[in-house]
């Protein structure tokens, strides 16, 4: 079967055939073809997509390129969360032991950040010692003793996605909804996974900012998700202002744990992080309705029970024993911490929040090279809200920054992104709508 064939195919719209797609895969996963071969294939997906069939097919090929967990040693549900990134998401810290604490198994598969979004393994990394890419035996190993493990992706998990992820960055064909799908579902579904629940921001902060192109985002990965064989459903997730009190790795981390101690709860973190937990708890059939849901997702954190796994696996990964315990002992911090105050008395109405996500990085807390070795210490806290009303001279949020400088950049660059109003505004629900299969 020639590749230029099948890439043929495409170009002129036609419906690729089940064994041209895998084909493909295969020759991409072995080497056979070429980037070049790649590359135009990609191309032609972008130009003129794919079916859902096609998708699904492309995206168990994908999946199958490389090992494939199994959990049929468990005999409960494996569950997981797939968020498409935003600027103080931490979501996943509280969602992985609260579930497990319910019932349910999460082996979850994250990642580092990625432009202005933070990435759940680099908050994780802020942990001394922590494992965020153990091998394949003690993530098992403490999947199965603890109830949940959140690492990176090993070496041989959806191999062909990474080839093709890095010619998609480098030839304009990103955004291409179909081969964003195959991204995100070949790598969870290589975790073995029975449920799934998306969290698709949109917004300001978000990389959909647009709500047309995140519900068919969303619509996709649910319809190719459960082709698949795993029941997903999406939430639409406002991202028009930062998630939480916090933007920094060490921060975030701590606000996880104070949340998980039931302290500092932030409304709107909460709300999506409960949401998300009850879809999958319900899909599942662990609870019967999303209200004996919530019940139960109240008493994993009241009863302790969520911290105690959380804890356990910190432990189990190579963090700290006493870690929960004594997080400033563990946590970085930073040099300067000060707050920016506002410059005048008003309702906070609206801030730029993928430029907070680039503060961050200014901070060295982000990324602007791969190989980049990041500042856990820097970030924001008790950062404002939409509707809040302060006076003049309240804080906006306290800047951890490193030296002066850094704290003068971070301050013009906050000031300059939050916007002040005399009239309180209408504020966004956090849910915006859900997608079902």
């Given at each position: 079967m020639l590749p230029q064939e099948i890439i043929r195919k495409k170009r002129n719209q036609q419906i690729l055939s089940d064994t041209e797609i895998k084909e493909f895969i295969k020759g991409v996963t072995d080497g056979s073809i070429m980037d070049s071969q790649a590359a135009a294939m990609t191309m032609a997906v972008f130009l003129n997509g794919m079916t859902p069939e096609e998708t699904t097919t492309l995206t168990l090929a994908m999946r199958d390129s490389g090992d494939v967990l199994d959990w049929r040693d468990i005999d409960a549900p494996i569950v997981d969360k797939h968020s498409s990134g935003g600027v103080g998401d931490k979501v996943s810290l509280m969602l992985a032991p609260m579930l497990a604490a319910c019932g349910a198994y999460v082996p979850m598969i994250s990642g580092r950040g990625l432009g202005h979004t933070g990435g759940t393994l680099d908050k994780f990394d802020s942990i001394p010692g922590y494992q965020t890419v153990p091998s394949n035996d003690l993530f098992r190993k403490t999947v199965k003793e603890v109830g949940c493990a959140i690492i990176g992706?090993?070496?041989?998990?959806?191999?062909?996605d990474k080839k093709i992820y890095a010619i998609r960055d480098i030839c304009a064909t990103v955004e291409s909804i179909e081969l964003i799908t195959a991204s995100i579902l070949s790598k969870k579904l290589a975790a073995g996974l029975q449920y799934l629940v998306m969290d698709l921001k949109c917004g300001n902060g978000a990389f959909m900012s647009?709500?047309?192109?995140?519900?068919?985002?969303?619509?996709?990965i649910v319809r190719v998700a459960n082709l698949a064989g795993t029941k997903t459903t999406a939430l639409l997730t406002d991202m028009n202002q930062v998630l939480g009190h916090t933007v920094g790795n060490a921060l975030e981390m701590q606000e996880a744990v104070d949340f998980l101690k039931g302290k500092n709860i932030d409304p709107r973190l909460y709300n999506v992080t409960i949401e998300l937990c009850a879809e999958l708890l319900v899909n599942t059939g662990l609870t019967k309705d999303l209200n004996d849901a919530k019940q139960k997702l109240k008493q994993s954190?009241?009863?302790?029970?969520?911290?105690e796994i959380f804890a356990k696996m910190v432990t189990h990964l190579g963090g700290p024993a006493d870690f929960c315990e004594h997080t400033d002992k563990y946590l970085a911090h930073a040099s300067i911490i000060r707050p920016i105050v506002a410059p005048q008395e008003g309702y906070i109405s609206a801030m730029q929040t993928r430029n907070i996500g680039l503060a961050l990085i200014e901070l060295k807390g982000g990324r602007t090279r791969s190989d980049q070795q990041l500042d856990y210490a820097t970030g924001f806290s008790q950062f404002c809200q939409i509707g809040d009303k302060l006076q003049k001279g309240e804080p906006l949020c306290f800047v951890h920054a490193q030296n002066e400088a850094d704290f003068a950049r971070a301050k013009q660059n906050i000031l300059q992104n939050i916007t002040?109003?005399?009239?309180?505004p209408q504020t966004t629900p956090e849910i915006i709508e859900k997608i079902g299969a």
């Open positions: 992706q090993t070496g041989n998990l959806a191999p062909a647009n709500i047309d192109d995140a519900r068919e985002l969303a619509k996709s954190l009241s009863s302790g029970k969520a911290l002040i109003a005399e009239e309180k």
